[in-house]
């Protein structure tokens, strides 16, 4: 998300005279896009930005502006840590930075809160990279209230984008060559939810991929990230029926233990979750199910964190997100004992990550001397000039190949792998 919205940033820059800069030393201005779910990315944050506000009291001038969940989170507190900071945006404000800058700048602002809704929708690219995937937002905020965190407060409620809007940007962005879209929210299963119709049973959600399933050009559609409460069976159908939704699905668990997932207020349980991945699993060949999960909820004990293990043992995850509950102040949770240690945290991290890692493997060792069909994304980081693509499921593959293969198809024979990638020549 807050890549999507970096991008458009850029963009709407742009069009209003600016020049994006490869080297931050030649910027004029200085904005940094945050994210505030975990303690530790707002440290950085902040750290990044005593960097720069000591660059400037050395004489080199430039605006410098925080913006994004962070921004709305602190807001003013941030002018007091850092009173070097020029501006400060929060996520649904940021539509109105180019107006910020197009004005002789005379003291600190502040833009917070919901502004006009519909303008925090993001819709322009960035037409200048020769890559063929795009993300597109369908939908900004969120209407839950996981006990964790800090979204709902930084984003808001839910406002959709009619599908018309989304569907029209999703043409134009084939037009232009891109073969493979991402659809963005926080929680992507409630688009559209009490505000556009049921159709024969089928969610706004739904609806909107069989209308994109049949943009002629359109090759893959991916969506990030569902929740398991609206996970129903018109979607599990969609993936059967629609050619272009890829087989893989990223579904945020966060816990196995039905105890923490009431205390996180996540509206649903374990036995929810292991069947909605086994009605996954029995419609749709080769999907790859990816999840997140928090270790270390306030209360989480042994008998807790051990149902978390065996669901993950269970259920054989492709990869997961693994993260160390971290309290933000303004949660729910944030007045419960954070009572598992930063010992025990780091403990329950390792084990999950042993655990997938494991899975991983396995999952990569099987697909060796088999042809992937791949869509090349770009260079390979650490890949010694290599490149990389993704398989329909989300494999990461990484080959010899040129610049020009880059927004191509290309089929890959695999001839090793590791954890986190395969690799293999084209054939
Ligand atoms: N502490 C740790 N992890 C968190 N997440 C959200 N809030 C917190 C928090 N307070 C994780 C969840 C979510 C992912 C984006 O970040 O797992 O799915
Ligand atoms: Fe946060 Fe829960 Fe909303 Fe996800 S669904 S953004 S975890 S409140």
């Not at 919901?114 to 020769?130: Q, V």
């Not at 073969?179 to 299963?189: A, R, S, T």
């Amino acid at each position: 998300m807050n890549v999507r919205e970096s991008e458009q940033l850029m963009v709407d820059l742009r069009s209003a005279g600016h020049e994006i800069v490869e080297d931050e030393k030649e910027a004029d201005v200085f904005i940094l896009n945050t994210c505030s779910v975990r303690e530790q990315a707002e440290i950085k944050a902040i750290g990044k930005s005593g960097f720069l506000a000591r660059r400037k009291k050395h004489g080199t001038n430039f605006l410098l502006g925080i913006v994004g969940c962070m921004a709305e989170n602190l807001g003013r507190e941030l002018f007091k840590l850092n009173p070097k900071i020029d501006f400060i945006i929060g996520p649904r404000r940021l539509n109105e930075l180019k107006l910020v800058l197009a004005q002789p700048f005379v003291d600190h602002v502040l833009l917070l809160g919901d502004g006009k809704p519909e303008a925090s929708f993001l819709s322009n690219h960035d037409h200048s990279s020769n890559s063929a995937n795009a993300g597109v937002s369908i939908m900004q905020g969120c209407n839950m209230c996981c006990s964790y965190c800090i979204v709902p407060k930084t984003r808001g409620q839910e406002i959709y984008r009619p599908i018309g809007d989304i569907v029209s940007e999703c043409r134009s962005l084939v037009d232009s060559g891109i073969k493979e879209i991402m659809l963005l929210g926080q929680i992507v299963n409630n688009y559209g939810v009490g505000q556009f119709k049921i159709v024969d049973q089928k969610s706004p959600f739904v609806q909107l991929l069989e209308q994109l399933d049949r943009i002629p050009g359109l090759a893959r559609i991916r969506y990030m990230s569902p929740h398991p409460k609206g996970f129903r069976m018109d979607l599990i159908d969609a993936h059967r029926r629609l050619k272009t939704l890829c087989p893989s699905v990223h579904l945020p668990v966060q816990s196995g233990s039905d105890r923490i997932l009431r205390l996180m207020k996540r509206p649903y349980s374990r036995e929810r979750i292991c069947s909605i991945i086994k009605a996954l699993r029995d419609k749709i060949p080769n999907v790859a199910i990816t999840t997140d999960v928090i270790v270390g909820f306030p209360g989480e004990t042994e008998q807790d964190f051990s149902e978390t293990v065996s669901l993950f043992e269970d259920i054989h995850f492709n990869m997961a997100y693994i993260f160390k509950y971290s309290p933000r102040a303004g949660t729910v949770s944030a007045g419960m004992l954070d009572d598992v240690s930063a010992q025990e945290k780091d403990q329950r991290n390792k084990i999950l990550l042993d655990i997938i890692q494991r899975d991983s493997l396995r999952y990569n060792q099987a697909m060796l001397g088999s042809v992937v069909e791949i869509l090349v994304e770009g260079h390979a980081k650490r890949g010694d000039g290599r490149l990389f693509g993704r398989s329909a499921n989300g494999y990461k593959v990484i080959f010899d190949g040129t610049d020009a293969d880059i927004g191509k198809f290309l089929n890959i024979k695999i001839c090793d792998y590791g954890i986190t990638a395969l690799y293999g020549n084209c054939v």
